[in-house]
């Protein structure tokens, strides 16, 4: 059973920066690819970043409610050490949410950017920026 445990979140100050972590276990991190999503409170749970197996490829969501992380965010992974991470600059307030990462077997961005498209979810941090 592979399982996914996030880490790294906290309460920052706006123009903070942050870098998620997601430990992978019981497989290995390489069978898949990697997303993170987020979910602030009432809303929905949203893409955010992915990357391919091997981290050639990375997407971005453009812009998440007019507020784009394509530029502030970085995805990247070391599957020697299965570990995705989300590195988050210039953090906003709107930026605070719960962030989850999830492994999925597909790679393409149209299915990568649907969360009924991952086998694993981590339980979540909380990321928190303060205006």
Known sequence: QTHLVESGGRLVQAGD???LSCAVS???????????????PAKEREFVAA??????????????????VEGRFTISRDNDKN????????????????YYCG?????ERHTLQNPNK????????QV????
Request: glycine share 12%; no cysteine.
């Open 103 to 107: 492994a999925s077997r597909y790679g």
């Open 26 to 40: 019981g497989a290995r991190s390489a069978n898949y690819a990697m997303g993170w999503f987020r979910q602030a």
């Open 17 to 19: 920066s942050l870098r």
């Open 118 to 125: 991952y086998s694993y979810w981590g339980q979540g941090t």
């Open 128 to 131: 928190s920026v303060s205006s």
């Open 51 to 68: 990357i391919s197996w091997n981290g050639g490829i990375t997407w971005y969501e453009d812009s998440v409610e007019g507020h784009s």
């Open 83 to 98: 570990l995705v991470f989300l590195q988050m600059n210039d953090l906003k307030p709107e930026d605070t949410a719960v």
